[in-house]
Nanobody, 114 residues
Framework: QVQLVESGGGLVQPGGSLRLSCAAS????????MNWYRQTPGKARELVAR???????YYADFVKGRFTISRDNAKNTVYLQMNSLKPEDSAVYYC????????WGQGTQVTVSS
């Protein structure tokens, strides 16, 4: 059974940091491009960052210089280090394994508020 389990979300003050983790099981993790998306109510899910199977990274303009995506293939885990958080970063963050086949995690809530 395939599972993508996100963790690390929570409430943080503006300017603070969080590190999200996504632990994968049931897939050949090292062969997958891994992604972080986010979604707020009433808006479409948007790509935040991607790391390819070869380790190349891509960032949306709105997180460049603040967020860092990384992966540990030995642990089947992808991370998203989020620094200098802003209230507009508040969203549900989802892990996405880009196949085919492709899989979504259940999401983790990030709230940036004073």
């Amino acid at each position: 059974q395939v599972q993508l389990v996100e963790s690390g979300g929570g409430l943080v003050q503006p300017g603070g940091s969080l590190r999200l983790s996504c632990a994968a099981s049931g897939i050949a993790f090292s062969a997958y491009n891994m992604n972080w998306y986010r979604q707020t109510p009433g808006k479409a899910r948007e790509l935040v960052a991607r790391i390819t199977s070869g380790g190349k990274t891509y960032y949306a303009d709105f997180v460049k210089g603040r967020f860092t995506i990384s992966r540990d293939n030995a642990k089947n885990t992808v991370y998203l280090q989020m620094n200098s958080l802003k209230p507009e970063d508040s969203a549900v963050y989802y892990c996405y394994a880009n196949g085919p086949p492709s899989y979504w995690g259940q999401g983790t809530q990030v709230t940036v508020s004073s």
